[in-house]
């Protein structure tokens, strides 16, 4: 994950590659547990990455993982983790709240899940609309 754009305090644009998140996701290892990466957001305290297995993958500061929302219990060492409520379908995009608490994941099954980051706790669930064509009416 390189050349991700964040605007500092003054509205500059400072590129940054992380490579500390780029060579933990790229291990075969985290790929077979978690899946591939397929959405990217950022917020001023966290880099959240979305999965082709439906999880959220939550990165600080220093590039440490720190939850992976969404993760079955059972499959994770950590209490940051286990919260069993994937949808188990690919996440197509993810974006934060303008405060950095929430975090939206819209997944490939047209369901959005909204999380709230701080207690790494699912708010809502969002059903699919089974005639897109409605959905912005």
Not at 59 to 72: H, I, Q, S, T
Request: with cysteine; glycine share 6%.
């Amino acid at each position: 994950v390189a050349g991700i754009k964040i605007f500092n305090d003054d509205s500059s644009i400072v590129q940054h590659a992380l490579f500390k998140i780029s060579s933990t996701i790229n291990q075969n290892s985290f790929i077979n547990r978690v899946g591939a990466t397929t959405s990217i957001a950022v917020s001023d305290n966290f880099t959240a990455l979305g999965t082709s297995y439906g999880y959220i993958l939550l990165f600080d500061k220093a590039e440490v993982l720190v939850a992976v929302l969404g993760f079955p219990n059972g499959m994770c060492r950590s209490k940051r983790c286990c919260v069993n409520t994937s949808i188990d379908k690919e996440i197509s995009c993810l974006s934060f709240s303008l405060d950095g608490e929430l975090v939206a994941a819209a997944h490939a099954n047209g369901k959005v899940q909204i999380w709230h980051v701080p207690s790494n706790s699912p708010v809502c669930l969002i059903a699919a609309c089974s005639d897109p064509s409605t959905a912005s009416k």
